[in-house]
């Protein structure tokens, strides 16, 4: 079945940076959008980013743009998130998600487990 893993989460200082990944399996990778969907304690999901299956075209919040950094590498099936400048209301869930073919941006079709960034001194 399709699985989509996250991994790369941790503690950073502010100011400073973190690299989240997602591996996925079992479907076509290279032929989906994928995007990132954080979660902060106590709040509601909020959409990051999305890059296009071939990586060409990327979308991002507009409250992030300029400090996250959407990629996938399609060879390894893996998606990526880099994150820089980081602050403490960046502190979340991070989850990947496949956006679901058809639908156009904002729906979703699978879900990783999320990756926990804590962002602390």
């Known amino acids: 079945q399709v699985q989509l893993v996250e991994s790369g989460g941790g503690l950073v200082q502010p100011g400073g940076s973190l690299r989240v990944s997602c591996t996925a399996s079992?479907?076509?990778?290279?032929?989906?959008?994928m995007s990132w969907v954080r979660q902060a304690p106590g709040k509601g999901l909020e959409w990051v980013s999305t890059?296009?299956?071939?990586?060409?075209?990327?979308y991002y919040a507009d409250s992030l743009k300029g400090r996250f950094t959407i990629s996938r590498d399609n060879a390894k099936n893996t998606l990526y998130l880099q994150g820089s400048s980081l602050k403490p209301e960046d502190t979340a869930l991070y989850y990947c998600?496949?956006?679901?073919?058809?639908?156009?941006?904002?729906?979703?079709?699978?879900w990783g487990q999320g990756t926990q960034v804590t962002v602390s001194s």
């Open positions: 998600a496949r956006d679901h073919p058809g639908y156009g941006l904002g729906v979703y079709d699978y």
């Open positions: 079992a479907f076509t990778f290279s032929n989906y959008y």
């Open positions: 890059i296009t299956s071939g990586g060409g075209s990327t």
